[in-house]
């Protein structure tokens, strides 16, 4: 190669070395930031799951809570139950969504959401961390999916469709980070989902003729990124037809999405200790 040429083509190579770094550096990162919250559009907020309840429940009342559903001091319902009331004046039922890194409730809490299932209402539950007193008292056991690494970077779930009864599988590939349920009472509890491995990760406890709880343990699928991957919204459709549809009043819990107003960091450890599990 002639001294001109060489000189040339050492210059274009460092042209497009160079070109090459700046339009990298520009390029636009994800967002990692792990929230769970319902005015998150971020990937991993909850925008999308809490502004479809609009659209999935035309007709229900939609409030947002952010203080524990238990009962305060010598009071005979719990303020969950009392805020209910305030807005249902006939038969109709409840529904609470509580959308979580971890679910902790303690015993009044606990006390205070079977009540409110007793009384015909719903809790759909959605958490990687359910408190061990909580899965004491349901007779459940679960367990860590991560063991394996293998969930680190991608997920794959799958629900069951209400009208078919045939499951269907949904991936995308960001944080898979997550739980099923190791042990459980078959004699009263209904598989509606489950991981790769066929592991459940969606139970519905009691008949679908009184209140149920709804738990479900793979909370990334509840986040924006997850749903509006593909045609990844069925899945969030699929999962809200498991749930009665004559709902007047539906709650969006934000009080255990905080874990500063829980005194249980030491439970948190698990999650505290993955990048992806960080939460603000």
């Known amino acids: 190669m002639k001294p001109a040429n ?29 929230t769970f919250w319902r005015n998150d559009k971020n990937p991993y907020g909850a925008w999308y799951a809490y502004e479809q309840l609009g659209y999935l429940y035309p007709e229900a009342t939609i409030l947002n809570r952010n203080t524990s559903p238990g009962y305060s001091k010598n009071a005979a319902l719990s303020d969950l ?9 006939d038969s109709g039922k409840s529904l609470l969504v509580i959308l979580s890194p971890s679910v902790l409730p303690d015993s009044n809490e606990i006390e205070a959401l079977d009540d409110f299932v007793d009384r015909g209402n719903h809790v759909l ?10 899965c004491k008292s349901h007779h459940l056991k679960m367990a860590d999916a991560n063991e394996d690494g293998y969930y680190h970077d991608s997920l794959l779930v799958n629900i069951r469709n209400p009208e078919t009864g045939q499951f269907k599988d949904f991936s995308y590939p960001g944080f898979g980070s997550g739980y099923y349920f190791e042990n459980y009472d078959s004699a009263r509890v209904e ?18 003729a009184n209140g149920r709880f709804f738990l479900h343990s793979m909370p990334f699928a509840l986040s924006n990124f ?47 200790a993955d990048r992806a599990l960080r939460w603000t």
């Open 81 to 89: 139950q009392l805020l209910v009331q305030e807005h249902i004046y």
């Open 226 to 272: 997850f749903l509006l991957h593909k045609g990844n919204k069925a899945y969030y459709d699929d999962l809200i037809s498991q749930l009665p549809a004559n709902i007047d009043v539906l709650i969006w819990d934000d009080f255990y999405r905080n874990p500063v107003k829980r005194n249980a960091f030491s439970a948190l450890k698990v999650i505290m």
């Open 125 to 134: 539950i959605s958490t990687l961390l359910l408190g061990d007193e909580f």
């Open 191 to 208: 598989v509606l989902g489950r991981d790769k491995k066929g592991r459940p990760t969606f139970l519905a406890t009691g008949d679908s």
């Open 6 to 34: 060489c000189i040339l083509f050492f210059l274009v190579i460092c042209f497009w070395v160079g070109s090459s770094g700046c339009f990298n550096s520009n390029k636009k990162k994800l967002n990692e930031r792990v």
